[in-house]
């Protein structure tokens, strides 16, 4: 019963969304995350709206800002964690996911935390139909013409590469396994907040929307260098790792394997309302009609490796079972579970799920005691967790144990 009504309280918030009463929306899902109901309440009539006008005021009329909710462990050089106060927001094109409250004031990363010497990492640009997109592309020193794997890298929400690949290390990782990589920035004029619009319905289509344009970024570096097509790989943080799940439901003849970090499955939400649920408890929107889903390419899942702290209060830990099951929907799998700490950091428990030829085809680390932040990171970067474990080096090491047939 108490999951019907979540469903109605859904349905209605969307409508109330569409008809641009973000007040009234937004408290109907607070009070069901609270787990209250108002007697004799019903649905689109003067009366609801006479009841949300009792709750607090929670939109910021100037940024449209909607309810404040805490934000992740922020890691710089203490090994404590530092609460800060995220915001979901309606951004210029649309909702973003997470954006910080008060700008933390941090030096820009030096060129020593982001590029190994001997390698490159230079600027690039694409435009398609969609829109036009920055990138930073990262060359390793040993790259002589040979055919080489391609990983890329999706940031989280205020980030941009030269912070994303400072904090993550991956172009480190990346000259140690003689790899691309390659950065698509997300600018403020598609999202307020630099977040992927993973939300949105329109973003979570092969051929249309950001996806297309990530794809499009992809295949223009397999253009203009030697990139081995079978071994191609896509990966992200928060709001980038829901954007990586897309491209990997929606371009599973392009990628050969996905990372998602503190992430979302595609299709957990398809406005603002279910993105709200979604990141607060976890995937609602799978529960809503099937009108209002996204369609998944078909073909064989793409193999995944996933990262999430189970004390994540910005993403439900729970979104990472999600995207576990919307794997196992099409693939059988059998699991084995490893429990492990990092000396002086993290517990973990790592699931490995093999397919019959005994393959590792989906990782699911649980992180113990960590928040909303990447795994084993620098302090150089933003939204890192230098505790472990090395989620760079796994998600590599996963993704090179997989090549397209």
């Excluded at 896509?234 to 996905?258: K, Q, R, W």
Aim: proline content about 6%; aromatic content about 8%; glycine content about 10%.
């Amino acid at each position: 019963m108490k999951a019907m009504l979540n469903q109605d309280i859904v349905r209605e918030a969307s409508r109330l969304t569409r008809a641009g009463r973000l007040v009234e929306a937004t408290a109907l899902l607070q009070r069901m995350l609270r787990g209250e109901t108002a007697p004799g309440m019903t649905f689109g009539t003067a009366g609801d709206s006479a009841l949300t006008r009792r709750e607090p005021l929670i939109i910021d009329a100037k940024a449209n800002i909607i309810e404040e909710i805490d934000r992740p462990y922020f890691r710089a050089t203490s090994t404590q964690p530092h609460m800060l106060r995220d915001k979901l927001l309606h951004g210029s094109k649309g909702p973003s996911a997470l954006r910080l409250r008060t700008k933390i004031k941090r030096a820009p990363p030096s060129t020593p935390d982001i590029v190994p010497e001997g390698a490159k990492f230079i600027e690039g640009a694409y435009s398609n139909q969609a829109g036009s997109r920055a990138y930073r592309l990262f060359i390793p020193s040993r790259y002589h013409g040979q055919p080489l794997p391609l990983v890329v890298m999706l940031h989280g929400c205020t980030q941009s590469p030269d912070d994303f690949a400072a904090g993550t290390r991956m172009n480190f990782i990346a000259e140690e396994r003689t790899c691309f990589v390659v950065y698509p920035a997300q600018p403020s004029e598609a999202n307020h907040a630099k977040c992927w619009n993973w939300f949105r319905t329109t973003d979570q289509q092969r051929g249309k929307g950001e996806p297309s344009l990530i794809a499009d970024i992809t295949r223009q570096i397999m253009r203009d260098y030697s990139v081995d097509p079978k071994r191609v790989y896509v990966g992200g943080l928060s709001a980038g790792a829901a954007a990586a799940a897309i491209m990997g439901a929606t371009y599973n003849d392009l990628y050969a394997a996905i990372g998602v970090h503190s992430g979302l499955a595609c299709g957990a939400a398809i406005d603002l309302p279910s993105a709200f649920v979604a990141m607060r408890q976890g995937g609602l929107a799978a529960s809503l009609g099937s009108g209002d889903r996204v369609i998944l390419t078909d073909g064989p899942t793409v193999p995944t490796i996933l990262f999430h702290g189970d004390r994540d209060i910005t993403v439900h830990p729970n979104n990472g079972d999600h995207i576990l099951e919307q794997f196992m929907r099409a693939t059988s799998t059998q699991k084995k579970v490893h429990r492990g700490r990092v000396p002086g950091g993290h517990a973990y428990t790592r699931t490995i799920h093999t397919d019959a030829s005994r393959r590792g085809i989906f990782e699911h680390w649980k992180i113990h005691g960590a928040g909303h932040a990447w795994s084993g990171g620098s302090p150089a970067g933003s939204y890192t967790d230098p505790l472990g474990p090395d989620a760079t080096r796994e998600m590599l090491r996963f993704f090179l144990e997989h090549s397209l047939p």
